[in-house]
């Protein structure tokens, strides 16, 4: 009996050892987890200090040659926009290999661009508008970055390059290589004669007549291609209906059956301000040169006025070369045009009996709905295909034929 009370008695110092055994163990496996975690985390830690330094290191290059390529994308595409309205127009600089056109500099970062023709000797030659494609010096400086395919000498290789600087020192370099075909427009972008989007009218002293071109202009003659008489005339579906209209030549171009020629507004606004010729003040003989070209005596580039509003009235002036109008233009008395009239709005010319003989050598292109208006005793134009024939070369027709970035010569 007393043995039994006993170990009734030692019950709880049984289950107080078998509890600490408990805890004993149960601390050992969280130490062996803590250490093991610790052990993970240092390892862990090593591996993200190994590549964040390796982050810090690539980075910025990998940031730097990335913009480098972005550079080289904008210079190309300058070049092209910059070719499409300058090409052919004398201010257009081709670049060097040596001397590169800047598109864009500072202290941290370039973009430049030259052009090249597709033959041996294309660093040292001059282009066949009289311009230098690759050197102004006349001499090879060594570079070759086309594939000289002599047989298509229209296509020109463009190379474009983006720099990223640091401190004066070049870290980053990409380099894009663009080979495109080059040409002047085709003859039909802008046939000679008068182009009318909206009504052709006629009024005054025997009506508004337009000459075909090489007929020689003077008062008795009567051997005129289109004659307008007294009314206004809608469309081409209107009268004169004889035939008048095409024969000999086509000289009338009227909607709907016929379009306006696609011109880009863009590019003449270029040229003008290339050439001096936007907005001006127009005086008698404007622009000067008394001639509708701009590269006198060698006669290939037109002299091209760009005016965002209109030119009204203009009388008693002789006017020489293309003429954009914005708005409307009114050419009366005694005037004389030696050129191209485009125009947004209303074209009126109104000659007097002084005026010479004929008072618009060239043609008219006139867009929208308004209408141009003969009036006088008549008002002559001679349509000028020489004229025509110019400012259709005048504007470039680019093809890009490979874009591929690529390591340049220099």
């Not at 610790?38 to 591996?47: C, D, E, L, S, T």
């Not at 864009?104 to 023709?117: K, V």
């Not at 401190?167 to 080059?182: F, H, M, N, Y």
């Not at 509003?309 to 954009?324: M, R, V």
Request: some cysteine; aromatic content about 10%.
């Amino acid at each position: 009996m007393g043995n039994q009370n006993l170990s009734q008695e030692l019950q709880p110092l049984k289950f107080l050892r078998n509890f600490t055994g408990v805890l004993k163990r149960n601390e050992g496996l969280s130490l062996i987890a803590i250490v093991a975690l610790i052990v993970i985390m240092a390892v862990m830690g090593g591996v993200f200090s190994h590549i964040m330094g390796r982050w810090t290191l690539s980075a910025p290059a990998t940031i730097n040659s990335s913009k480098a390529l972005c550079l080289a994308e904008t210079a190309v595409m300058f070049a092209l926009q910059d070719a499409r309205y300058r090409f052919y127009g004398g201010s257009f600089n081709h670049g060097t290999s040596g001397t590169p056109y800047i598109v864009h500099s500072s202290d941290t970062e370039e973009a430049n661009y030259w052009f090249e023709r597709p033959d041996s000797d294309d660093d040292g030659d001059s282009a066949s508008d009289g311009s230098s494609d690759s050197s102004d010096s006349g001499s090879d400086d060594g570079s070759d970055d086309d594939a000289d395919d002599a047989s298509n000498p229209t296509r020109y290789t463009i190379i474009a390059t983006g720099k990223v600087i640091r401190d004066g020192t070049t870290v980053a370099k990409r380099q894009i290589k663009v080979k495109a075909t080059i040409t002047q427009s085709p003859p039909t972008l802008a046939k000679p004669g008068i182009h009318a989007e909206g009504s052709i009218r006629g009024s005054g002293s025997s009506a508004f007549r337009i000459w075909q071109d090489g007929v020689v202009i003077n008062a008795d003659e009567d051997n005129y291609n289109v004659a307008f008489s007294n009314g206004t005339y809608a469309d081409s579906d209107a009268a004169p209906s004889d035939g008048s209209r095409i024969l000999p030549v086509q000289t009338i171009y009227q909607t709907p059956g016929d379009s306006a020629p696609d011109l880009d507004e863009e590019f003449f606004k270029a040229m003008a301000e290339d050439q001096g010729h936007y907005n001006p003040t127009v005086t008698d003989g404007y622009p000067g040169n008394s001639s509708y070209y701009y590269d006198t005596p060698t006669n290939t580039i037109p002299n091209i006025t760009y005016i965002s509003g209109s030119l009204s009235p203009c009388n008693n002036k002789t006017l020489y070369g293309i003429y954009w109008i914005k708005g409307d233009i009114s050419l009366g008395g005694n005037f004389q045009v030696n050129g191209i009239i485009i125009c947004e709005g209303d074209v009126k010319v109104s000659a007097s009996n002084a005026a010479p003989n004929p008072h618009l050598d060239g043609g008219i292109i006139q867009y929208g709905s308004g209408q141009v208006w003969g009036a006088g005793n008549p008002t002559t134009i001679q349509i000028n295909d020489d004229f025509f024939n110019a400012l259709n070369n005048a504007i470039p027709v680019i093809t890009v034929e490979s874009w591929q970035e690529a390591i340049s010569a220099n």
